[in-house]
Structure formats: structure tokens, C-alpha cells
């Protein structure tokens, strides 16, 4: 996997945080962060699919067949 160097601005309160759990653990705060934001991730796309789930229910989103996608797709 290739890696990217980020630039953000996160609170004091964080930092000091990393800082410990990184020290405690002894991990670079890099690989911490990257997991915290994995599993980050994966809580969102459950609430995604919550809402989106709730949208269809509630008529907001209308569901669409396979047999459209798949002629749209000329499969």
C-alpha cells in the first residue's frame, strides 16, 4: 500500500493523547491514527446504510431493479 504524507489540524487535547497512547503502546501515532480512522470508516458505512436503508423505507429514495442497471450496462 502506498503511503501519503497529510498535513491537519487536530486539538491540543488530541495530540496529547497520540502522544501517550503512542508511548504507552510504543507505536508511531501515524499506524494509531490510521487504525482509529479505519475503524472510524467502517462506523460510518453502517450508518450510511442506516440512512440510506431508512430513505428507501420512507420513499425518500426509490429502490432501482438489477434488470435496469444490467440493460443500462448493456450486460
Known amino acids: 500500500m502506498h503511503k501519503v504524507r497529510s498535513t491537519f489540524t487536530i486539538s491540543d487535547f488530541m495530540i496529547d493523547e497520540l502522544n501517550e497512547v503512542s508511548e504507552e503502546l510504543n507505536e508511531k501515532k501515524s499506524h494509531i491514527v490510521e487504525k482509529a ?3 472510524y470508516f ?3 458505512d453502517e ?3 442506516d ?3 431508512d430513505d428507501l ?3 425518500k429514495e426509490k429502490r432501482i431493479p ?5 440493460k443500462e ?3
Open 47 to 49: 450508518k450510511i446504510a
Open 73 to 75: 450496462l448493456g450486460l
Open 57 to 59: 423505507k420512507s420513499g
Open 51 to 53: 440512512k440510506r436503508l
Open 66 to 70: 438489477a434488470e435496469d442497471i444490467f
Open 42 to 44: 467502517d462506523y460510518i
Open 37 to 39: 480512522l479505519s475503524m
